[in-house]
């Protein structure tokens, strides 16, 4: 990790006790750039230090550092340099222009503004020239502050590897089956008697990021918005009884056709800024290619490097599909808390934190 400054920037986290929530907690622990300050939660949790409010459900032990600040109902403060958000949707609409409009920036995890065309939706590896967006946020809103947001959970894990395949060979088409973790619903999640033993073939407005949100990204900045990628794109998403780590099967067809080692060598070569500026949350390489017949796998392959590395296995081609591979991302770091921290860490290389 990089060395600790002693002018760390001032953090709050809001919805601090919820299934990202608790992953920022894990995350920020001895950060070298974010010093957590303040944490921000529902009313049944407000008043109570934090080891009372929460659950702790993360499979390390709770780190003590947090554990005596006292949870707050949302509402900007001072003092604070930024907030990570992980708040439902619903509150985050509301809530994060608050803290916009009062000068904190927001790196969040929430779908409301994703797709706001004067939001940047963030994968530092593969847009990060898209915070640009920022200026024309703050100039349309007259706000000092701004929301900058990072995908769905389960977009991270297929835009990693589309980004240098899409570079170098022209993606056309994409179709998508995932195996969505239970912990991607949140705290407390599906009910072991409804996801137990069971697939469930059918999560509520999934579908539809996943085939609008990897447009987005990998769409090219064009003055004050982004143009869309054209590509055309299907999903089908399931929950499946896992506890961390969605799982993809991904069927690709291009432009230029690759041979399987071009895309496997093009997937094993891929950088991005957080690897050549050496942020201090970025994975070695953001893409691990696994040669073993039965890898990734969410048991196994979930933690690579820390929980920010997709790893990628299964590549194989055959009469219908030009590509085909499994993609594994761990949902709420790489997916959520990890991608919201690699993304404020981007912003503070780019000078615009
Ligand atoms: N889980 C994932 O893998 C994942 C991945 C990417 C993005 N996201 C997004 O991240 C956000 C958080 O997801 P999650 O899975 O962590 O949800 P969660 O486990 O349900 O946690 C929700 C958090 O929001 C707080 N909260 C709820 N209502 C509130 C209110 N009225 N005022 C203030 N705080 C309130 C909760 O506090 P209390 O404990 O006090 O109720 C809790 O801390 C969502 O927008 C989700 O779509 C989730």
Same mark, same amino acid.
């Given at each position: 990790m990089t060395k600790m400054t002693t002018d760390r920037l001032k953090v709050g986290i809001l919805g601090a006790t919820g299934a990202v929530g608790q992953r920022f907690i894990q995350l920020l622990e001895g950060h070298p750039w974010f010093e957590l300050s303040a944490l921000y939660a529902s009313e049944r949790s407000a008043g109570k230090p934090y080891h009372e409010a929460v659950t702790w459900r993360v499979p390390v032990a709770q780190p003590a550092?947090?554990?005596?600040l006292v949870v707050q109902t949302p509402a900007p403060a001072e003092d604070l340099d930024l907030v990570f958000s992980a708040l439902p949707s619903q509150m985050a609409e509301t809530m994060e222009p608050l803290f916009a409009e009062a000068g904190i920036p927001v790196i969040s995890?929430?779908?409301?503004?994703?797709?706001?065309?004067?939001v940047p939706l963030l994968i530092p590896e593969v847009?990060?020239?898209?915070?640009?967006?920022i200026a024309t946020q703050q100039a349309k809103r007259g706000w000092p502050g701004f929301i900058a947001t990072n995908p769905n959970c389960a977009v991270v894990g297929l835009v990693l590897p589309l980004k240098p395949l899409h570079d170098a060979f022209g993606i056309e088409s994409v179709r998508v089956v995932t195996l969505q973790a239970k912990s991607g619903a949140g705290y407390?999640? %599906?009910?072991p008697e409804i996801i137990g033993d069971n697939v469930l073939p059918y999560i509520p407005g999934e579908e539809e990021k996943l085939q609008s949100e990897p447009l987005k990204l990998l769409g090219a900045l064009a003055g004050d918005r982004i143009e869309d990628a054209h590509i055309i794109l299907s999903a089908q998403c399931n929950r499946v009884d896992v506890l961390d780590g969605h799982t993809a099967s991904v069927f690709i067809n291009f432009t230029n056709r690759p041979s399987v080692d071009q895309a496997s060598e093009a997937l094993r070569a891929y950088k991005g800024i957080p690897q050549t500026a050496a942020l /201090?949350?970025? %994975?070695?390489? /953001?893409v691990v290619v696994l040669v073993d017949a039965d890898r990734p796998q969410p048991k196994l392959d979930r933690d690579h490097d820390q929980g920010m590395a997709v790893t990628v296995g299964r590549l194989r081609s055959d009469a219908l599909t030009d590509l085909m591979f499994t993609t594994l991302s761990h949902n709420t770091i790489r997916g959520a808390a990890g991608a919201a921290i690699l993304n404020a860490e981007l912003l503070k290389h780019q000078g615009i934190l």
């Open positions: 550092y947090a554990g005596e995890n929430a779908s409301a503004y994703r797709m706001t065309s004067d847009n990060p020239e898209h915070t640009a967006l407390p999640g %599906p009910p /201090p949350s970025a %994975p070695q390489w /953001p």
